[in-house]
């Protein structure tokens, strides 16, 4: 087998006692909170398989809530998130689902802020690694290591080549790209991964390609 890196063969350095249930939910929060632009007020995190059967005894309830609130893997607060979520004002619940999912450490995090509202689902495949794979019921596949945009945009003729033509005018390299859908010819939503991250003018550039709604900036690490 070849690793990549040496965080493949000893993972993160983190608080808590396991790299799957405590620094990968951890970056789940965080991940999350990116997505939805800061903290929320509310969220709500169903818990599925290993996940659902250990989140307290290894402290993943703690991690999902430090990364909501921006902790890092290696935060102390962490440990005392509950608090820190009371002290922030950030309501939550946990709720234990039997349903199968595809890996056992999935949690889906439904966050709320006034009007607005975000779903994301992400799991935790080991050494502290994620992916998020769904977000708004949308089907993604999202590392978080890299700067990243979701790019909600009309199913059409054209609007892909549009947007990647912006990238292209900055010279930004595309790591990974997809597109998904829910039906025909209704919103899409297109997500790129890039080596670079992009300037708030080839952003705002994005933002008003025809054919596009909304683009969320998601800032790796």
């Known amino acids: 087998m070849k690793f990549k ?7 993160p350095v983190m608080i808590g006692p396991s790299s ?18 800061g903290q929320p007020d509310k969220v709500d995190i169903y818990l599925y ?25 290696d935060d102390e607060r962490i440990i005392n998130a509950k608090q820190e979520a009371a002290d922030n004002n950030l309501t939550y619940n946990f709720i234990e ?9 999935t ?16 799991v935790s495949i080991g050494g502290g ?12 596949n999202i590392s978080g290591n890299y700067h990243a945009l ?10 892909i080549a549009r947007v990647t033509t912006k990238l292209g005018d900055e010279k930004l390299n595309i790591s990974q790209m997809s597109v998904s859908r829910k039906e025909k010819g209704q919103v899409a939503l297109m997500t790129v ?13 994005i933002r008003a390609v025809k054919g596009v709604d909304r683009v969320i900036e998601m800032t790796g690490g």
């Open 150 to 159: 979701l790019v909600f945009h009309k199913d059409e003729f054209g609007t």
């Open 20 to 37: 799957s249930h405590t620094a990968g939910a951890a970056r789940i929060g965080l991940l999350a909170r990116s997505l939805f632009g």
């Open 107 to 122: 949690a889906v995090l439904h966050l709320y802020k006034d009007e607005e509202e975000l779903v994301i689902e992400g």
């Open 49 to 73: 398989g290993s996940f659902r059967d250990t989140y307290q005894g290894h402290a993943t309830d703690v991690a999902l809530l430090g990364g909501i609130l921006g902790y890092d893997t």
């Open 193 to 205: 991964e890039l080596d670079d991250t992009i300037s708030k003018e080839t952003l705002e550039e």
């Open 97 to 105: 689902m039997n349903e199968e999912r595809s890996h056992p450490n």
């Open 5 to 11: 890196s040496v965080f493949d063969i000893i993972g």
């Open 129 to 140: 690694k994620i992916e998020l794979v769904s977000i708004n019921g949308y089907n993604i």
